[in-house]
């Protein structure tokens, strides 16, 4: 969840990256695919405060921008399919 790995939309949140990719080597672990959802209706209130409307402001790009860079970053080895 963006929330858990961004929560103030701009710093990275280690133990949120840490869950995932242990939720993501658990799957892999038992030969399931992971399918990663960058965005399921988890935009953080933060974010959504700093935006003055999340996703009716075209400013809240920036921050899903740094959020999928982020997730891309760490989990790009381990995942082969995204969707948002």
């Excluded at 790995?5 to 990256?17: A, F, S, Y």
């Excluded at 960058?38 to 999340?54: A, K």
């Amino acid at each position: 969840a963006w929330s858990r790995i961004l929560p103030d939309g701009k710093t990275v949140n280690q133990k949120g990256i840490d869950h995932y990719m242990n939720v993501i080597d658990a799957l892999l672990d038992a030969d399931i695919e992971p399918f990663v959802t960058l965005y399921h209706w988890d935009l953080p209130q933060s974010v959504y405060n700093i935006t003055n409307g999340g996703w009716t402001n075209s400013s809240v790009v920036d921050y899903f921008e740094l959020y999928a860079k982020t997730v891309f970053d760490n989990f790009h080895d381990k995942v082969k399919y995204w969707l948002t």
